[in-house]
């Protein structure tokens, strides 16, 4: 039993990435697919209105529609911001302007950037004119953005009375965040413990129960846990189920063993994999004991340790 | 209709980084804190309910490890919404109103520390038209800022000048030195702050709200229960919440439709209130708001420093709705105003008024 020790919490990075597949509604797809072939297309509300980019439904009175026209592809500022440092992922890599555009024959703006010089070069009402992407696949970035402008103003919306061959149906929008995550106080002292082939699980100062990997609180009574508990090696497989799935870049053959794991002082089971013992042998009640991966900070998996199963009665609280 | 009151509040300390605590280790002390004010337990709450995101700090189901700090087991009624805390105090209320629990807690956390706040906010964006841009929250309420400069200052509070921002900024911040938990507190006069660079022009540092981290809670009861509770409840006379159209391009971004529309149909314009807890994280958010509230000169505008002093993602719009109840708890206030947003350039809005019993 050891007090708590003073945080040191660890940090790691940590990149959520995913590359979202959506499907679109037939406004959204005609808009991508007419910016593929340089035309910018908006949909007329029941009221008369122009909207660009074009929506599936009036946002005013949710009306479903269809209406499909052509506009210009020069327009107006309306609004505008001076981004000086641009992030990833963002349209231009130079400083750039933000900018709200209402193109020729449209009553709504367009949000994209504008590539201009400095600040100074750009204000509300300037002149702008799309500047297309060389490849183009169906996608709001097929506007490669939008550049200083002095010629003619263009007219009114038309109608849109072409059928696109090969429609675009879908985009896929890869996001990526990236993260430095910090595990906090209580899983911070679990990691260290374990590092050095220690585990701690940390008991509720209430209920007296001990919960590893302890996460700060009580799930019960809603408290800090607060001592440390040194718990294991050993324990006892409370449950399990066999995996018959490869997991991409695990090096596991299948079928293998996924259980749940009480260690030898610990009041809530912890997951681990079962190896040394082929899959069909495994179960409750089966003692076991961790198997330290060489260069590992953590149990690389479970092995049995040859002691007689644990009596149900033992473990029929930590299902 | 049932009445139903603010009977508590609470918050942490709002700071830059708290890498040293997990997402439960925050919230915890500040759950004990406020069901201490009012002497209860996790398991004798009616309803718990609580607004978080996971995409701050790139957990997954992170609210249910905050949970953890509730004491939810045995099972506890409860919800969560992946909004800011303003909106689960908003279902606790309906909750209380059908007169199904006694008693609500509500909470909200953010730690904005572990990712990049302005890029993670892009993926709260429209994923066909505007996502793929990355267009950062800083840069969007830049676009709102301009145009509000752009607009003519007329009689009804439309546009602004760079000064007038500026104003906003130093009024708050120096409010915040009376607040212990704000992350940003004192400020330069006005023209000391115009002489600063841009950050995304036209706003400037000053103009942004700090990101941080930090949680808040409150507790609801309602009818005898909160006078039981409470020396002096914050009844919830209306609260009402609406959004606006989901494309930028389509708004007047000067103009907040949904704030006036809720703040009528939660009763604002009943009377005039003496306090209003306003949620702008931006300098140009509270002149639009001002507006569209109707706010009297002689209204004290953010006491507490609002979101300019500290904007914990997901917990700052709840801690509007607290600090103005923990006005009307203490005295100093009869009748508060108090409003959240979310969302870019205040896409959605939240309006309640809350009141004191007369002394």
Known sequence: ?319 | MREVAIVAFGQSDHRRDTAETSEVEMVMPVLHQVLDAVGLRAGEIGFTCSGSSDYLAGRAFSFTMALDGVGAWPPISESHVEMDGAWALYEAWTRLLTGEAETALVYAYGKSSPGDLREVLTRQLDPYYVAPLWPDSVSLAALQAQALLDAEVDAEGTGADERTLAGVAARSRTAAEDNPHAQLTGSPPPEALLAEPYLVRPLRRHDCPPIGDGAAAVVLAAGDTARRLCRRPAWIRGMDHRTEAHSLGVRNLTRSPSTRLAAERAGVFEAPPDLAELHAPFTSQEVILRRELRLAEAVRVNPSGGALAANPMMAAGLIRLGEAAAAVHRGACDRALAHATSGPCLQQNLVAVLEGDVR
């Open chain 1, 1 to 319: 039993m050891t007090p708590a020790s003073p945080p040191e919490a660890l940090q790691a990075p940590l990149v959520v990435e995913f590359p979202f597949t959506r499907s679109l509604g037939p406004v959204q797809s005609a808009f991508l697919t007419g910016l593929r072939t340089r035309t910018v297309l908006g949909v007329r509300t029941t009221d008369g209105r122009v909207l660009v980019p074009p929506v599936e439904y009036d946002p005013v009175t949710a009306d479903e529609l269809t209406d499909l026209v052509e506009v210009a592809p020069t327009g107006t500022v309306t609004t505008w911001a001076w981004n000086p440092a641009p992030r990833r992922g963002q349209p231009l890599s130079t400083p750039f302007a933000w900018v709200l555009v209402r193109l020729d024959g449209a009553d709504t703006a367009l949000l994209h950037a504008l590539d201009a010089p400095g600040p100074d070069a750009v204000r509300t009402g300037a002149r702008v004119r799309i500047r297309w992407a060389a490849e183009r696949v169906g996608a709001i970035t097929d506007i490669a953005c939008f550049e200083s402008y002095d010629g003619a103003e263009g007219g009114p919306a038309v109608p849109h009375r072409v059928t696109f061959t090969d429609p675009v149906r879908g985009i896929v929008a890869p996001a990526r965040l990236d993260y430095t995550y910090a595990p906090g106080r209580a899983q911070s002292r679990y990691l260290r413990a374990l590092a050095d082939r220690v585990t701690y699980g940390e008991r509720c100062p209430s209920c007296r129960k001990v919960y590893v990997p302890p996460r700060g609180a009580c799930p019960t009574c809603g408290v800090a846990t607060d001592e440390q508990v040194e718990v294991g090696p050993r324990g006892t497989v409370t449950t399990f189920c066999i995996v018959n799935i490869k997991a991409r870049n695990l090096d596991i053959e299948v079928p293998y063993v996924y259980a749940h794991i009480a260690l030898d002082g610990a009041d809530l089971a912890l997951h681990g994999r079962i190896g040394g013992i082929p899959y069909d042998q495994v179960r409750m009640g089966l003692r076991v004991e961790p198997v330290w991966s060489e260069h590992g900070r953590y149990p690389d998996h479970y092995r049995p340790t040859g002691e007689p199963d644990a009596d149900y009665d033992t473990y029929k609280e930590l299902l």
